[in-house]
């Protein structure tokens, strides 16, 4: 019944080795985001694709990157993860691009750098 | 641009009442509005959304919304509060990308 899964759900990193997230979804949405959410703030967008589309936001740090291979896949890498790094990351898709559009969240993974 | 705004940090309520948590938006035509709730080490669970249909939204676990575009408010309520209802809950606009509130922690006593 899984619709969008995040793996894995708790991830624990060294300060600097790279690290990559997971994210898959069975609604077959062309849409795909990835957020990250530290502690007691709401979710920052970090970017998105529209289908192979890749849409950054201005404020993302290099360090972020992703890779969506095909429809129902989307990775997050964080190429030198600093201690600054450590939250949740959410996954979430949508149907299109359109306000009306909801988007749907994955159950997320907490990363920890030590 | 578009903004939301969540009038409460935190509200606490008895198992057993009414809730309420307030959320104020700012939008140059009618907006998408949804209400998120998040548990505990849990990813964001779609409560309800409006898109200029019907004014009072019905959610999930007896949530309603009422968007009130005079009072530009889009308030959540529950007539009775669960234990279960204990989470965050997040007030969000949808323009080119979501403007999520700062978050209401809800807390419910026995």
Known sequence: ?114 | AQSVTQLDSHVSVSEGTPVLLRCNYSSSYSPSLFWYVQHPNKGLQLLLKYTSAATLVKGINGFEAEFKKSETSFHLTKPSAHMSDAAEYFCVVRGNKLTFGTGTQLKVEL
């Open chain 1, 1 to 114: 019944d899984a619709m969008v899964i995040q793996n894995p759900r708790y991830q624990v990193t060294q300060f600097g080795k790279p690290v990559t997230l997971s994210c898959s979804q069975t609604l077959n949405h062309n849409v795909m985001y990835w957020y990250q959410q530290k502690s007691s703030q709401a979710p920052k967008l970090l970017f998105h694709y529209y289908d192979k589309d890749f849409n950054n936001e201005a404020d993302t740090p290099d360090n972020f990157q992703s890779r969506r291979p095909n429809t129902s896949f989307c990775f997050l890498d964080i190429r030198s993860p600093g201690l600054g790094d450590a939250a949740m990351y959410l996954c979430a898709t949508s149907r299109a691009d359109a306000e009306s559009d909801t988007q749907y969240f994955g159950p997320g993974t907490r990363l920890t750098v030590l």
